[in-house]
């Protein structure tokens, strides 16, 4: 067992952050840790790290002093293409404020698209299923839920309302503007508030219930409140967080206690319940734990543990936080011709790759991401392990680009992730916000896997462009003079 390296790498990233933070601080250049691309990235791979070194769990690959290196050597490279990008000049004459390009109605045009499209992904589960809607709140239909929805993606069986689906991330989206304040900056009248604060809420309580009854799985919510929570922090006026707190008053202190106790006994209940009944009481945790995620627990573990089945299931949970470093290990000693791929794009952008490789004539050669994913764990699978693995997001993109282009694609990644959260650091600038509100989901997720692979992630991010780009188009009409203004300035001596 070799998971004191886990301390090896943590040491490297914290010498990493803290040189990081010095040199912000030398050149007054004051940039929050939640905006900070270096600290998003590199803090989460710390924190893993610290995990993975506890004396928690035998794991069936360890982490060398190779692994280390080229860890620290992916993560020096994201911090060099953030160097990149050069610092933002103050100018008085730059107006950056979208509360001049959205309005009421805009706002209302998101929030409905993200509700059309979540009612979409509502009644196509329910249709293409054969399990009852009553039936998915009980431990045995939460199982059922879990296998068809695996088993209907890789058939890709349709459902009436498919094309509407893709709409359903316009609820992300939607969510993460009204924490960022947008609303608060529009001169909207008392209904129009209340109208945009009950689309939001539906919206979340639509992700929750498609993410928990109709996919049968987690990661989507998580992604909704960790943008929605990031979102009411990176507003600069807390626009949110302070309504909250006038509002409750005295009473803050009280429902802040209940708040936190919910918030911890919501992340126990999908951490040992949830995962129970999505696994099934045939499957013991801890065989789970080495078939799925090749670990078993330290001797001095397995006796606390044993004869506990909520700690085995707490246990099998707290696993997703360190196999991904084991499973990058396990990929990265593949020998030469083990290894899928490259695949140039079709696993991390497949929406883009499906388009390019249609238009070279390359339809034979084209792969979707469910034909990868049963690729890449073919030998795991021939092995007698399970499938589902989380990898972290350099395994993932070293599937498109091999491991030797993964630090070029990380220096690539630090540039734009830095060009956007500086662009997320202004004002007004909200759709910018949301656009780095989703790439610090990706980056602070990157220990477990690429973001990128989730359809819903990949639509955001779309939806996000095709935003920026209205507001620019309209921001050059409206920029743009008029023939009669034109005509009296020239007639004007």
């Known amino acids: 067992m070799n998971n004191a390296m886990g301390f090896v790498l943590a040491a490297f990233l914290l010498c990493l952050l803290i040189f990081r933070r010095v040199t912000l601080t030398l050149t007054r250049n004051k940039i929050p840790w939640h905006q900070d691309p270096v600290m998003l990235l590199s803090g989460a791979w ?42 933002a000049k103050p100018s008085s004459n730059q107006v950056d404020d979208d509360s001049s390009v959205l309005n009421f109605y805009m706002l209302i045009g998101i929030g409905m698209a993200g509700l059309i499209g979540n009612f979409a992904i509502t009644f196509d589960g329910l249709h293409t299923s054969s399990v009852g809607l009553l039936e998915r709140f009980t431990s045995e239909g939460l199982q059922m839920t879990r296998r068809e929805r695996f088993s209907i993606t890789s058939i890709e069986k349709l459902g009436p309302l498919l094309s509407l689906e893709f709409m359903g991330a316009a609820a992300t989206v939607f969510v993460c503007m009204m924490t960022a304040g ?115 627990p330290t001797p001095m573990v397995a006796d606390l543990v044993a004869g506990r089945e909520t700690l085995q299931y707490a246990l099998l949970s707290f696993s997703y936080v360190t196999v991904p470093l084991t499973t990058l290990v396990y990929y990265y000693d593949m020998p030469n011709g083990q290894f899928p791929g490259p695949y140039w794009g ?132 409206r920029g743009r003079p008029s023939q009669a203004n034109e005509e009296e300035r020239a007639a004007t001596p």
């Open 46 to 87: 710390f924190i893993q790290s610290i995990a993975y070194a506890m004396p928690i769990f035998q794991n069936r690959e360890d982490l060398e002093a190779r692994h280390v290196l080229y860890i620290l050597l992916c993560h020096v490279a994201f911090y060099v293409g953030v160097l990149l990008v050069p610092r």
């Open 346 to 477: 079709q696993y991390n952008f497949s929406q883009i790759g499906t388009f390019v490789m249609r238009r070279l004539g390359k339809v034979r050669e084209q792969m979707t991401v469910v034909d990868i994913r049963d690729e890449a764990t073919r030998y795991l699978r021939v092995m007698g392990y399970g499938d589902n693995v989380w990898p972290t997001l350099l395994r993932d993109l070293a599937l498109d680009v091999s491991w030797t282009g993964v630090p070029f694609v990380m220096l690539a990644l630090g540039w734009g992730a830095e060009m956007i959260m500086r662009g997320a650091r202004r004002e007004g600038n909200f759709i910018v916000k949301v656009l780095g509100l989703l790439i610090s989901m990706l980056l602070v997720l990157s220990i477990a896997h690429s973001m990128l692979v989730l359809d819903a992630f990949l639509k955001a991010l779309w939806f996000c462009f095709a935003l920026l780009i209205y507001r620019r188009v309209l921001r050059s009409i």
């Open 182 to 296: 947008v609303a608060q900056r529009l001169p909207l009248k008392r209904w129009q508030m209340r109208t945009l604060v009950a689309i939001a809420v539906a919206s979340m309580l639509f992700v929750a219930f498609n993410t928990l009854i109709i996919y049968g799985g987690r990661l989507q919510l998580v992604m909704l409140l960790m943008g929605a929570t990031l979102g009411a922090f990176i507003d600069p006026k807390r626009t949110l967080l302070r309504t909250i707190d006038r509002s409750l008053g005295r009473a803050k202190g009280g429902v802040y206690t209940l708040l936190l106790a919910g918030m911890i006994g919501s992340v126990w209940f999908f951490a040992t319940a949830f995962v129970k009944g999505r696994i099934g009481e045939e499957t013991p945790p801890l065989v789970s734990l080495y078939q799925y995620h090749r670990a078993a």
